[in-house]
């Protein structure tokens, strides 16, 4: 993690001095394509799926959310708004070690099995919440029948790194620091694009990608968020379909092909040695990748993996991660480790 710590001290200091003072423009959004900013006191959600709007009126910065991702956790630590969280959903995945510390932050539990009562006894001015597919998640109408107001946010749907990161300036309109989020989008952004500059044009590592997943290997297509970090780090995923964003499902023995002209393994599962990756499928010791990596430097004793909460705000530091990966010229990272 050799700038984690300090790369995150800097940009909290940018965040505090550039949060003070008066009324700021609201934000334009460069990347992200599934929310918007049309006025001072007004959020859009923009389904992926049909392009229906779910719209956020602000009469003031919220005081009280419950948050139903880890992701959520992480924009709001980013801008010194982790006070604002009561609850979240599977406090022990939870990588913050701002609410980890905090003993007022409860847990409501998860989808079918959410506390309805918890939430009303807390009262949140908001519940942030997110979907998988087209359908609303019935716990969101019940809530809404509730009346508990509901806002879905869908950073975990775009494609691009930066556009998930960009999600910053929606949390940013949320607690009063549209400012602050705009200076710390900007400096991620100079920061992903300085080291995407930096990959010599004619570097091309191939890269196996995952494991079975309930006996089904996905692959991500070419525009998908994994493939275009590991794209702009100068490596191309084995297996991925061009022009698709969705993920195929390929076979052991497809994938037991590919990997012979693999240069790297990547994200194989949650292991840290190969004894262990041997273990999930005997065939995996015949596979001749020279090395692996994973992303689970970061997890922590409940299972949740930082990659997936601070990781989503930060890609600079994945981005950082992939580009020594695959010039062979770091072994110490941010959030990987060299599977052995």
């Keep these: 993690m050799r700038i984690l710590v300090l790369e995150v001290a800097a940009l909290l200091a940018m965040v505090s001095c ?47 959310l419950v948050c139903m991702s880890s992701s959520h956790v992480a924009f709001l630590d980013a801008l010194g708004l982790d006070s604002l969280v009561s609850a979240v959903s599977g406090l022990k995945y939870i990588s913050s070690p701002q609410l980890r510390s905090r003993t007022d932050v409860a847990d409501v539990g998860y989808d079918h099995e959410l506390d309805y009562e918890r939430i009303l006894a807390i009262g949140p001015d ?26 879905l946010v869908n950073e975990h749907l775009e494609d691009h790194p930066l556009a998930r990161a960009e999600y910053v300036k929606l949390f940013g309109a949320l607690g009063g620091r549209r400012g602050a989020a705009d200076s710390l989008f900007a400096q991620i952004r100079e920061r992903y694009l300085a080291l995407r500059r930096e990959v010599p044009d004619d570097q091309r590592v191939k890269l196996l990608l995952n494991v079975p997943y309930a006996e089904q290997w996905y692959v991500p297509g070419k525009l998908n968020y994994m493939s275009r970090l590991i794209e702009d780090a100068g490596g191309t995923v084995l297996g991925a379909k061009e022009g698709r964003h969705d993920s195929s499902v390929m ?20 292991v840290s040695t190969r004894s262990q990756l041997e273990a999930l499928n005997p065939m995996f010791s015949r596979f001749g990748v020279p090395r692996i990596y994973n992303n689970t430097l970061r997890v922590n ?11 989503t705000l930060r890609p600079d530091l994945i981005l950082e991660d992939l580009v020594g990966i695959f010039a062979g010229s770091g072994d110490s990272f941010n959030y990987y480790i060299e599977v052995q």
Excluded at 251 to 270: F, K, V
Excluded at 301 to 311: K, R
Aim: aromatic letters at 10%; charged letters at 20%; glycine letters at 10%.
């Design 251 to 270: 076979s052991l023995e497809q994938a037991y092909l590919l990997s012979r002209d693999a240069d790297i393994w990547l994200n194989p599962g949650n």
């Design 301 to 311: 004793s409940g299972g949740g993996n930082d990659f997936w909460e601070n990781g």
């Design 126 to 151: 908001l519940v942030l919440a997110y979907s998988v597919s087209s359908v609303l998640p019935p716990y969101v109408s019940r809530l809404r029948s509730l009346g508990v107001k509901v806002f």
């Design 18 to 64: 550039a949060g003070r003072g008066g009324e700021e423009a609201a934000p334009t959004m460069e990347y992200a394509s599934f929310f918007s900013i049309p006025d001072d006191s007004t959020l859009v959600s923009i389904s992926p799926y049909d392009g229906s709007a779910d719209t956020l009126r602000l009469e003031a910065p919220v005081r009280s």
